[in-house]
Each structure stands twice: as C-alpha cells, then as structure tokens.
C-alpha cells in the first residue's frame, strides 16, 4: 500500500528524515530535539513551533542547519513576527528586538498574592488559548524567558540588544527597532492560526478566515516594563542565555520536571523557579557537542530537578 507504520521516539525521527519540502516540529519539551534535527539534516524547510529544541541545543540545531541548507521558519508568534520585521539582509541596521508578551494572568499580583496560586488560576491564560504546560509557563514567564533564548538563536543579534516588554493586550506581537528610528511591528489577533498560515505559504501569502483587525474596536494599547523580581524566571533565563554552553539545557529540563510537578499538584506555584534555580545552581556540566551529550544533560538535569521536587511540601 505504500504505508509505513512505526511507533515511539525512533519511528517518530525517522519519519522526520523522510525528504520532506515542509515539516514542522511541534512536539512539546525536548521530546522534539532528534525529530526536529532528522527533519533539519534533510535540507527543506522546517518550521519550529516547539521552542525547546532550540533553546536546549541551539549550536547543534543552527550547524545542522547551516550544513544542510535548510530554511528554519518560527512559528512561535513572537518570533514569527520578528522574523517578518528583521532584515535579514542587512542586520548591521537592526539596533533591537523587542519582544511582547502578554504578562500572563499574574503580571499585576504581588508574590504574597502568588504564594496562594492554584493550578485552575495558572492554566487560564487571558488571551491565548493554549495546553495546560505552555499556559504554566506563561505565568511563571519561564516562556519569555524561552523565547528570549531562542531570539537569540534565531537572528543574528547580541542577546543585550533582544528586550521583554509587556504588552496586556496581545495585539502586537514583537517589534524590531532600527539605527535610524524606524520600528517595524507585526499586529493580529491572539490566535495561532495567523503565524501558522505564514510559515505554511512562505514565502507567499495565503488567505485565511482570520478576521481583519479592528484597531477602532481595540482602542488602545498598553505597555509596561516586566518585574524580574516577582517573576524570576526571566532573570534565570537571561542569566543562562548569558552563560551559554549547558546552562539553556538545564533551564529547560529543570523547568519541564517543575511545571510537570505543578499540574500534578505536588508544588506549590512559586516553587517552579525555585527548582529551576537549584538545579542550575547545583550542575554545571561542560558545553555539549552532540545531540547525545545534550539529552545526556537533559537527563541529568531532570534527575536533580526531580530530587528537589520530592522535598517540597504542599
């Protein structure tokens, strides 16, 4: 019949490595690392929709792609819009990335206030509608803090010129500032479908049954500065990405062992970056070179986690 069947990470690989024109990655965690890289040794275009691939092994994934000649397109809303924005050609003229988020359903609540967070109140997301572990992050800002790094990967720009900015409304969706004052932005609804249909028609345009958007109707737009104090995984993200080498890896997995434990109801809220920072604080391995050293890491790193897990009391 010409239909293969298979099951598991293995099958799931080498399905990727099949030749194809187009692929996206959308597995969520680092689950999606060896699909994603068998997809992008095949050359084509490969769209990123799961952030943690390139956030855990952005070398490894960048010189994959270089070898092959393949077209990395982001799905990710924010960096879909950069990417719209950013000349490519000419980044010498691009003097920052500003990245919007949303603040999530926290952004105005004092820790005392985070303290008592239930699990019903972190998976409501006020704009997006999105899976239970991504809506987590969102109100920790551990997902900012993961777009930050892959920002970074993805345009070729210092990560000090990549800024966080809070934009409640969600309309704008990242924002590219050049030297001579221009800022381009890419606007649309709060809705996945928009990003999605430009990574399937790049480098045309498709129609879509998105209504156009009624800037009367929204009225304003509403920015602020994000508090990396009340939401520390911002700052442990910059920190990593500063850091380099192992460090984004271990924030990602130590992040995914916390947020797992969180909708499990085994933690508390506030107790996802504090696990995150202890692991962090607690391995430091060397830089890896491999997709095999990277999930070695991955795995080390989700072992620590776990442990400091298991001394939480909720």
Same mark, same amino acid.
């Given at each position: ?218 009225? =304003?737009? $509403?920015? #602020? !500065? &994000? %508090?990396? @104090? ?6 442990? *993200?910059?920190?990593?990405?500063? /850091? ?37 604080? =607690?391995? $430091?391995? #060397? !830089? &890896? %070179?491999? @997709? ?6 991955? *795995?080390?790193?989700?072992?620590? /986690? ?9």
């Amino acid at each position: 019949t010409g239909v293969r069947a298979g099951g598991g990470a293995d099958a799931i690989a080498e399905a990727a490595a099949s030749g194809a024109d187009w692929t996206m990655g959308a597995i969520v965690g680092c689950a999606g690392l060896k699909p994603v890289l068998s997809a992008i040794e095949q050359g084509g275009t490969v769209v990123i929709a799961n952030k943690e691939p390139l956030v855990s092994a952005g070398d490894v994934i960048l010189r994959a792609a270089a070898r092959s000649g393949a077209t990395l397109l982001p799905a990710d809303s924010e960096h879909n819009a950069i990417f719209q924005c950013f000349d490519a050609a000419r980044p010498e003229g691009v003097r920052r990335i500003i990245l919007t988020c949303s603040g999530g359903p926290f952004r105005d609540w004092t820790t005392d206030q985070m303290r008592g967070v239930t699990l019903e109140q972190a998976v409501k997301h006020p704009n997006w509608s999105m899976g239970a572990k991504i809506s987590v992050d969102s109100a920790t800002m551990m997902n900012k803090g993961l777009e930050l790094i892959e920002a970074a990967r993805l345009f070729p720009i210092a990560p000090d010129r990549i800024e966080i900015v809070i934009h409640a409304q969600s309309v704008i969706h990242s924002l590219v500032d050049y030297v001579d004052g221009s800022v381009l932005a890419q606007l649309g609804p709060p809705d996945m479908r928009t990003p999605i249909a430009h990574t399937l028609a790049w480098p045309d345009r498709m129609a879509t049954p998105m209504a156009p958007l009624d800037l009367v109707g929204i009225g =304003r737009l $509403d920015f #602020a !500065a &994000p %508090d990396p @104090v009340r939401f520390p995984a911002l700052r442990l *993200a910059r920190e990593a990405l500063d /850091a380099g080498g192992a460090r984004p890896a271990i924030l990602n997995a130590a992040n995914e062992v916390a947020v797992e434990a969180f909708l499990n109801r085994r933690i508390r809220f506030l107790e996802i970056a504090a696990i995150v920072e202890d692991t962090l604080i =607690r391995y $430091d391995p #060397a !830089a &890896p %070179d491999s @997709v095999d050293a990277v999930l070695a890491i991955d *795995a080390d790193a989700r072992r620590l /986690a776990s442990e400091r897990v298991k001394d939480c009391v909720v």
